[in-house]
């Protein structure tokens, strides 16, 4: 069974300064995806970046970008330039595609406050 | 605009009453999830489904049951044999996971939050 960790349960960072979140997950596939969904105060859930295992090239969606080390089983993101709207909880999550099977497994989150 | 629409919101129920969860989504997408989301816990895969009128258990199914008569309805019911029905639930949808790009991402709800008396 595939687990994810997130060590840091709370984070804080002043606004426009760049922070790191961590994840690292347990799988014995060599296939699959990873993902980064933030939560903020109102609960939905929204995709903020995805990589896949076989794409060596880290992911980036403007001031979201991932630090991929396969052999680490490491999944870390970087937001830049922080801003007052990416106060929330950011979830690790991974997918492997196993064609029917497919799910979804979460870490246990990360509370990233920024500071004005 | 396409989306998943979860309801109620807010939801109250009395020690041993089922209560019954709504999911609906118009983005035509094949499979369902519901995740029961606690404190501290992350969010945990209850029952999820890839094709109408077929769904398989996730890692906390017990006290929870659901249906998948149409495409694009998921309700789950959470029965009076749940210990500990406190907590708030998400339902998603995707494509089928692998089939084509944009495959494995998923799309979530607004959520319900459920609190028993």
């Known amino acids: 069974a595939q687990t994810v960790t997130q060590s840091q349960p709370e984070m804080s960072v002043q606004e426009a300064e760049t922070v790191t979140l961590s994840c690292t997950y347990d799988?014995?596939?060599?296939?699959?995806?990873l993902f980064w969904y933030k939560q903020p105060p109102s609960r939905q859930m929204i995709l903020v970046i995805r990589q896949e295992a076989y794409k060596q090239q880290n992911a980036t969606e403007n001031r979201f970008s991932v630090n991929f080390q396969k052999a680490a089983k490491s999944f870390s993101l970087k937001i830049s330039d922080s801003q007052l709207g990416d106060t929330a909880m950011y979830f690790c999550?991974?997918?492997?595609?196993?064609?029917?099977?497919?799910?979804?497994?979460f870490g246990t989150g990360t509370r990233l406050t920024i500071i004005p | 605009d396409g989306g998943i629409t979860q309801s109620p919101k807010y939801l109250f129920r009395k020690e041993g009453q089922n209560v019954t969860l709504s999911c609906e989504q118009n983005l035509n997408h094949d499979a369902m999830y519901w995740y029961r989301q606690d404190p501290g816990q992350g969010l945990r895969l209850i029952y999820y489904?890839?094709?109408?009128?077929?769904?398989q258990k996730g890692d906390i199914a017990e006290g929870y049951s659901v249906s998948r008569e149409k495409k694009e309805s998921f309700p789950l019911t959470v029965t009076s044999a749940q210990k500990n029905p406190t907590a708030f639930y998400l339902c998603?949808?995707?494509?089928?996971?692998?089939?084509?790009?944009?495959?494995?991402?998923?799309?979530f709800g607004a959520g319900s939050r459920l609190t028993v008396l």
């Open positions: 998603a949808s995707s494509i089928i996971p692998g089939t084509r790009s944009g495959a494995n991402v998923l799309t």
């Open positions: 489904s890839q094709i109408v009128n077929d769904f």
């Open positions: 799988t014995s596939e060599s296939n699959y995806y």
């Open positions: 999550a991974f997918m492997f595609p196993n064609f029917g099977n497919e799910k979804l497994t």
